[in-house]
């Protein structure tokens, strides 16, 4: 019996060691394509390019999300409201779908999305560790100043309270 579990341990180690010898470590998706978050350019549900300096000057709210998403769907509302609230007073809030185009495009028009809806796809994911999300998971939302500089993130569901708490100090900012 020890004969054969010492075998094993062996015949383990070695496939772990070719396992490890056979390649280098990937670099993370978004190591790979430099990305700046920034400027990546994602086709809005027109399939008009766009990307996130197309607002600067302008307060950002930035959610990743995915149509089959639960807690996504459930702040959306409250973003909207948010969106219709404070679009005149320099904030705007942009969606970055980490989904399938057609079932992100017509989860935005059933829901009336009034703010943009870029289709992120792949890129999204590749784009979110860029924003402080180093675990991938959705929603993701992070707020930056009108100089461009993430000044806020929240991972998971973010509350409307919460979400205003942290616009107000950027608001009085100019």
């Known amino acids: 019996m020890k004969r054969l579990v010492t075998g094993l341990i ?9 396992v490890a010898n056979a390649a280098p470590p990937a670099a993370p998706p ?17 399939n008009k390019p766009r990307k996130l300096s197309d607002w600067r000057g302008k307060i950002l709210v930035v ?10 769907r459930d702040e959306m509302p409250e973003f909207m409201q948010l969106q219709k ?3 005149d007073k320099g904030v705007q809030f ?31 994911l590749d784009m979110m560790p860029l924003a ?11 707020i930056t100043n009108r100089e461009g500089k993430i000044v806020a993130t929240a991972p ?3 509350s409307k309270k919460r979400l205003e708490a942290a616009l107000q100090p950027l608001l009085v900012q100019k």
């Open 10 to 18: 062996s015949l383990l180690l070695s496939v772990v060691v070719q």
């Open 30 to 46: 978004a190591a790979r394509k430099n990305l700046d978050i920034f400027n990546v350019s994602l086709p809005d549900l027109d």
């Open 63 to 72: 959610n990743f999300w995915a149509s089959w998403c639960g807690p996504c």
């Open 85 to 87: 609230q404070y679009r």
């Open 94 to 124: 942009v969606g970055i779908a980490a989904d399938n185009p057609q079932a992100a495009a017509d989860f935005a028009r059933k829901l009336g999305i009034n703010y943009p809806v870029l289709q992120g796809e792949e890129t999204a």
């Open 132 to 142: 402080g999300n180093s675990f991938g998971g959705l929603p993701y939302t992070f």
């Open 156 to 158: 998971g569901r973010i």
